[in-house]
């Protein structure tokens, strides 16, 4: 109920006038607090001088946005661009051998930044990997792929493996381990997969075409090895109508969002203000608010740009990548909260699925959900921090589930049947406001540091009560109207309610069929049953 609920026009501008104003206002104290503080001593280090003609400077504090659209620019292109040509000239060529040329150019790449010692230790975990999935033993396969994982995350094996890679070339840190820790992922989805396959198993030559595919082999996204095995060796590769389009149309929005980001950070410097604690204290609490909120829709659209423009490369490839992570304002539920879309489907298909089962169970859900997040903590690298965040949104997943369950319960089904559609929406909206900013300070802890998800806590919630409190909180409610409007439009688009036959005319004689009041209350109780949070999001 409350899917499809309308709210009247006029309800809808007020939302839409409040959220507009309060993300100018917040903006506005950012951009003055990043002004008239642009000199301080926190700053020198990671706010650097920026386009001349700007006479600003610009926040580079993101090393890993800087890497990839300023300092190491042109590396990325030429080894892409590489790609895209071998690509090109394999489809005219020899179609048939393509996979094969994406695994022989990807594998040179490597070699000629990072040299033979690296692909030496790449290819020894790879065959590790392939010798244990021939076994066929699904627990064998993990067990090996997470202790595999964790020599990449914990010392001394760190700095042991480390040691195969020599040179002063600045990038090589961070391509060693995003190049070792996708490649073990891969590895990992490829045996998972070859102990699901009845009929003999994978060559290791086909593990090797899919990890050394070059656009993901560095920064990923995670493709399972099921989809990219259909994909990369369909010798069907006709397009659909506008397809190319398409494509060139994303490759120009990325490029247009690339250079809004790149203004932005000259004006606003939401990354490296949340290091200076002393600045912080001094702000206004909207503006702390504003800057949480900026530092996650920043991560939000770093990660889609970078994924986005490598699902550009491989789309040309005729591969179905992917998608983008949704966007941090479109969300107000941990079972849509990911920032990896590859890592997400990743986990939900080899852990979070095959525990949970239908996930209408409180404990399977638990266990699901515990070896899941402990996958992704493991992942992102053993810390507090990490253990923290994996807990809180562990724990939020949960609560959702419980919370879900609670008021398909007598009298609420009831309560809720008896009040118009638009109040239940509302209703509904009141709970999600306080979730979206759960979900908020659970990803600022990860995002930033400690010290500052606890500060945004305590302005928001203690020293900020009631003003600050209330009116953050009404103008996420605000926030979240619009998104449930939009979401109610679309799903009106995808599925209209058909329209009904006109019903034949009754015989004279029949008497009215009265309705019977408990199938009535069956089919309200169905109505309200929570779905799948795999397939649909919980309202």
């Known amino acids: 109920m409350g899917v499809k609920a309308a709210l009247p026009r006029y ?28 000199n301080r001593k926190t700053f020198k280090t990671s ?9 600003r400077k610009m926040d580079t504090a993101d090393v890993e946005w800087m890497m990839w659209f300023s300092t190491f620019r042109e590396h990325i292109i030429f080894a892409l661009s590489g790609h895209v040509i071998f690509a090109k000239i394999c489809s005219l060529l020899a179609l048939q051998y393509r996979s094969l040329v994406f695994m022989v150019y990807g594998m040179l790449a490597v ?27 699904r627990w064998l396969c993990f067990v090996a792929g997470l202790i595999t994982l964790a020599t990449f995350k914990m010392e001394p094996f760190i700095s042991w493996q480390a040691g195969f890679v020599t040179g002063n070339f600045e990038l090589r840190p961070l391509l060693f381990y995003g190049g070792c820790g996708f490649t073990i992922m891969r590895s990992m989805s490829f045996a998972l997969e070859n102990c699901e396959k009845k009929d003999g198993n994978y060559s290791i030559l086909e593990l090797l075409k899919y990890n050394f595919y070059l656009p993901f082999f560095y920064f990923g996204p995670i493709m399972t090895f099921d989809k990219f095995y259909i994909q990369a060796n369909n010798p069907n590769l006709t397009r659909k109508d506008g397809e190319m389009w398409n494509i060139s149309l994303q490759g120009l929005l990325h490029l247009g969002v690339i250079m809004i980001v790149a203004v932005l950070l000259h004006f606003m410097y939401i990354l490296t203000i949340p290091s200076d604690m002393k600045l912080l204290k001094n702000i206004s609490d909207w503006a702390l608010a504003g800057l949480a909120y900026l530092n996650l829709v920043y991560d939000w659209v770093k990660a889609a740009v970078m994924f986005g423009v490598i699902n550009t490369i491989s789309r040309l490839d005729h591969l179905d990548p992917p998608k983008p992570p949704k966007c941090i304002t479109m969300l107000y539920v941990f079972s849509e909260t990911h920032f990896d879309r590859g890592i997400n489907d990743f986990l939900c298909k080899y852990v979070y699925n095959y525990l949970g089962g239908k996930h209408d169970n409180v404990l399977d859900e638990l266990i699901a959900s515990l070896c899941t997040f402990g996958i992704a903590a493991l992942w992102l690298g053993p810390g507090w921090v990490v253990f923290i965040w994996a807990f809180l949104n562990c724990f939020g997943r949960n609560f ?19 009040i118009s559609e638009s109040m239940s929406r509302r209703i509904r909206v009141v709970f999600n406001t306080f979730n979206f900013w759960t979900i908020v300070l659970y990803n600022v802890l990860a995002l930033n540091s400690l010290e500052f998800a606890n500060l945004v806590a305590k302005r928001l919630l203690l020293k900020g009560f009631p003003f600050t409190t209330v009116t953050v909180m009404f103008v996420t409610y605000c926030l979240i109207q619009l998104i449930k409007e939009r979401e109610r439009r679309q799903a009106l688009i995808d599925d209209p309610d058909p329209i009904p036959p006109p019903a034949p005319a009754p015989a004279p004689t029949a ?13 309200a109780a169905a109505a309200t049953q929570p779905v799948d949070p795999n397939k649909q999001k919980a309202e």
């Not at 309800?11 to 002004?35: G, T």
């Not at 706010?47 to 006479?55: A, D, H, L, M, N």
Request: hydrophobic share 45%; aromatic share 16%.
């Open 11 to 38: 309800e809808l501008y007020c939302y839409n006038v409040v959220l507009c104003m309060a993300m100018l206002w917040a903006a506005r104290w950012i951009f003055d607090v990043s002004s008239s503080n642009s």
């Open 47 to 55: 706010v650097q001088p920026g386009w001349y003609y700007s006479g």
């Open 400 to 418: 959702e589930l419980w919370t879900a369950k609670f008021f398909t319960m007598e009298p609420f089904i009831s309560i809720e049947m008896a």
């Open 511 to 523: 008497a009215p069929t009265p309705t019977d009041p408990s199938t009535t209350q069956t089919d």
């Open 111 to 137: 070699f000629t930044s990072m040299g033979w010692a690296y692909v030496t230790l790449i290819l020894s975990h790879c065959v590790l990997l392939y010798s244990i999935s021939l076994v066929k033993l």
